[in-house]
Nanobody, 120 residues
Framework: QVQLVESGGGLVQPGGSLRLSCAAS????????MGWYRQAPGKEREMVALITSGGTVNYADSVKGRFTISGDNAKKTVYMQMNSLKPEDTAVYYCNVNGLTTAFRTFGSWGQGTLVTVSS
């Protein structure tokens, strides 16, 4: 079983910054990719940023140049630095990790979600 623990959400004023963290633990043999998704009220969940084990990153157009995703394979942790936050970034942010378990089965796990509110 794989567990994800997220932290770092909160209330911030427009133009401010936050850093999200997501630590994976459990029966993990290897990680293929880690990423962040978000879901705003009344909207579908959308991809925000992804990073593969090889270091390839991908961002949603709406966050390019403002958000930076990074990963620490040894700690099985993914981070996302969010700068120049806008009210439209308000959402519940979810971490997602996929890879192989120690039983060599593929897994895809979601974190519990952390709320980011951008408001003055």
């Amino acid at each position: 079983q794989v567990q994800l623990v997220e932290s770092g959400g909160g209330l911030v004023q427009p133009g401010g910054s936050l850093r999200l963290s997501c630590a994976a633990s459990g029966s993990i043999f290897s990680i293929n990719a880690m990423g962040w998704y978000r879901q705003a009220p009344g909207k579908e969940r959308e991809m925000v940023a992804l990073i593969t084990s090889g270091g390839t990153v991908n961002y949603a157009d709406s966050v390019k140049g403002r958000f930076t995703i990074s990963g620490d394979n040894a700690k099985k942790t993914v981070y996302m630095q969010m700068n120049s936050l806008k009210p439209e970034d308000t959402a519940v942010y979810y971490c997602n990790v996929n890879g192989l378990t120690t039983a060599f089965r593929t897994f895809g796990s979601w974190g519990q979600g952390t709320l980011v509110t951008v408001s003055s």
